[in-house]
């Protein structure tokens, strides 16, 4: 049973826009949330961490967590090309340093 | 890639031959992950260290086992691979300075095909 779910989009947004990226969890319990960022052919490397709840801004990356609705969210504001890559959402497994992987949003910001 | 590099990076070999992957780490983190990364299922966790000689297994240990008899070092060993085990795998690490909030840092990976 799947713990993270994210959509798998392709997500497409023009440059310039905003891109919101979800990410739903089943564990009420869960205290905090990592995104990475996944170029093609590359290693994830991190991107925003979140542990409380409301936002956090980072540049232009945000994320909102609302742990009511058991959802973490990832905004991206003034989309470059360079953001192009697959964005993955991840929660930390019952209190252990284990991290359980959404299966990650692909998205692809147009010139 | 926070001082993480695993070898080989690129491995072609047949069904039924094993195979070792190797992670080593400069940082000296206590965990170490071996992730595997396949289309439509994403990271899934295959093994885990908490220490030298301290392991347990993730969400698809079957066909795998490791050995971590140095802080540096996180062997990932697949007895006999099966075309199944064809993937990407990622080594990963953390300093586990509180339980749930340390992030893991990835290698760059190595590419693994089971003909």
């Known amino acids: 049973q799947k713990e993270v779910e994210q959509n798998s989009g392709p997500l497409s947004v023009p440059e310039g826009a905003i891109a919101s990226l979800n990410c739903t969890y089943s564990?009420?319990?869960?205290?905090?949330f990592f995104w990475y960022r996944q170029y093609s052919g590359k290693s994830p490397e991190l991107i925003m961490f979140?542990?409380?709840?409301g936002d956090k801004e980072d540049g232009r990356f945000t994320a909102q967590l609302n742990k009511a609705s058991q959802y973490v969210s990832l905004l991206i504001r003034d989309s470059q090309p360079s953001d192009s890559a697959t964005y993955l959402c991840?929660?930390?497994?019952?209190?252990?340093?284990?991290?359980?992987f959404g299966k990650g949003t692909k998205l692809t910001v147009n010139p | 890639d926070a001082g993480i590099t695993q070898s080989p990076r690129h491995k072609v070999t047949e069904t039924g031959t094993p195979v070792t992957l190797r992670c080593h780490q400069t940082e000296n983190h206590r965990y170490m992950y071996w992730y595997r990364q396949d289309p439509g299922h994403g990271l899934r966790l295959i093994h885990y260290s908490y220490g030298v000689k301290d392991t347990d297994k993730g969400e698809v240990s079957d066909g795998y086992s490791v050995s971590r008899s140095k802080t540096e070092d996180f062997l990932l060993t697949l007895e006999s691979a099966t075309s199944s085990q064809t993937s990407v795998y990622f080594c990963?690490?953390?300093?586990?300075?509180?339980?749930?909030?340390?992030?893991?840092?990835f290698g760059p990976g190595t590419r693994l095909t089971v003909l």
């Open positions: 991840a929660v930390p497994q019952g209190g252990s340093e284990k991290l359980v």
């Open positions: 979140i542990y409380s709840n």
């Open positions: 990963a690490i953390s300093e586990s300075l509180a339980i749930g909030t340390d992030t893991q840092y």
């Open positions: 564990d009420r319990g869960s205290q905090s």
